[in-house]
């Protein structure tokens, strides 16, 4: 029996050391991705925006609600909540609608470059973002 533990605690410790990077890599991502989506949905602005002095508002300038934030996050994270799904259940369908979503929120970033300034999650969600010195408190 001793022979049978020393095997399994060895493939348990390689499995360890060529999975853990892998892991780790993953938490880190997804604790980053957490953190930044819960301060661009509750403040408004991520830190590139607060660098840059920008802010969300909605249409008239005014801070933005938590409803419309959470509209703007959806949409512009909706790839990515589509490969969740699909890496987590047996909805294997939602793999290529997170591709497709993917090049729907490329392209609708895009829409930034016209005279409206307004990317399709901001259409979407009646939201836009202005200079913070811009906006109507």
Known sequence: WAGTWRVTGAIFGYIVFILGPFIGIAGGVSLSLTINSLIETFSGATLGK???GLRVGDLLGKPASQKALW?????????SICFLISFLTPLAFFAPLGTLLSFVVLFGSLLALFPARQTLHDALAGTAVYREREMNR
């Open 71 to 79: 509209k703007r996050w959806a949409v512009k994270n909706s790839p």
């Open 50 to 52: 607060v660098i840059l």
